[in-house]
C-alpha cells in the first residue's frame, strides 16, 4: 500500500533551534495538509497545499512557521525558532482532487520536543 | 466556525462487547470521515460517508451518515483487544477553504480481554 512518508520520526531540539519536518506526499496526489496533534487541542490543521500552491495556511503561526512545496514529491514544515509550546506532533496528509469525496492519508508523523 | 462534538471522550469495554460513538456539527456537512489512531502511528481512514442516510460497513465496523446532515454514527459489533486505540470522526461542510477536514477530538477506547 502506497503511504505518506514523513521524516524525522522524533525531533528532540532546544528552544530557538531551526527545525525542518519533510513529508513524501503519496504518488499522483495533489493535496497535501499539514496537522498539529495535541492532548490538549487534538488535531489541527495548520497549512494546506493543491498543486503545490498553498491555498491556506491560516492555522499556522506566520511569524516563525514556514510550509513549502518545492515539488510534488516534497513538502516541508520550518519552524523557527522554536519554542517549547511548539512541542506536538505533527503529521502530513496527502489526498486527491478537493472538496467533497477525497479523503485524506497520514503518515505516522514528526514527534517533536523543544526543550 | 464549524465545530465538531465526539462522544464519549472514552470507553472501557469488555471484549465481545459492541462499541458506539457519534459526532455532531453545528453546520451542516457533506462528507464524514472514520479515522483509527493506534499509538505512535497516523490516523488511518476506516470509513468514507458521502451521502445524508448512507450507511457502510467495513468488516465489524458500520457507520452512519445522518439524514440531518450534522451527525454521524460509528459502531463496532463484537470488539476484539486491537480494537483499542483512538477514534476520530472528521467531516468537511459547505463552503470555506475546499479540502478542508474537522476533526472531532477522539474516542478513546479500551478493551478488556
Known amino acids: 500500500d502506497a503511504r505518506v512518508t514523513q521524516t524525522p520520526r522524533h525531533k528532540v531540539t532546544e528552544m530557538g533551534q531551526e527545525v525542518t519536518m519533510r513529508c513524501q506526499p503519496i504518488?499522483?496526489?495533489?493535496?497535501v495538509f499539514w496537522y498539529r496533534q495535541t492532548m490538549m487541542q487534538g488535531l489541527e490543521l495548520l497549512a494546506y497545499?493543491?498543486?503545490?500552491?498553498?491555498?491556506?495556511d491560516s492555522g499556522m503561526p506566520k511569524d516563525r512557521f514556514s510550509a513549502e512545496m518545492p515539488d510534488a514529491t516534497l513538502a516541508t514544515l520550518k519552524i523557527q525558532p522554536s519554542e517549547p509550546r511548539d512541542s506536538a506532533v505533527y503529521f502530513c496528509?496527502?489526498?486527491?482532487?478537493?472538496?467533497?469525496?477525497?479523503?485524506?492519508?497520514f503518515g505516522d508523523g514528526t514527534r517533536l520536543s523543544i526543550l | 466556525g464549524q465545530q465538531l462534538n465526539q462522544n464519549p471522550q472514552s470507553m472501557f469495554i469488555q471484549e465481545g462487547e459492541d462499541v458506539s460513538m457519534n459526532c455532531t456539527s453545528s453546520?451542516?456537512?457533506?462528507?464524514w470521515l472514520w479515522y483509527k489512531q493506534d499509538p505512535g502511528e497516523g490516523p488511518v481512514l476506516l470509513i468514507a460517508?458521502?451521502?445524508?442516510?448512507e450507511l457502510t460497513s467495513n468488516g465489524r465496523l458500520t457507520a452512519q451518515f445522518g439524514i440531518t446532515r450534522k451527525d454521524s454514527f460509528l459502531n463496532i459489533s463484537a470488539s476484539i483487544p486491537s480494537d483499542v486505540g483512538i477514534y476520530f470522526c472528521?467531516?468537511?461542510?459547505?463552503?470555506?477553504?475546499?479540502?478542508?477536514?474537522?476533526f472531532g477530538k477522539g474516542t478513546k477506547l479500551s478493551v478488556k480481554p
Open positions: 497545499f493543491r498543486n503545490r500552491a498553498p491555498l491556506d
Open positions: 460517508l458521502y451521502k445524508a442516510g
Open positions: 472528521a467531516g468537511r461542510g459547505y463552503g470555506g477553504s475546499q479540502g478542508n477536514l474537522i
Open positions: 504518488l499522483g496526489h495533489n493535496t
Open positions: 496528509a496527502s489526498g486527491l482532487g478537493q472538496g467533497k469525496g477525497q479523503p485524506q492519508h
Open positions: 453546520s451542516i456537512f457533506n462528507t
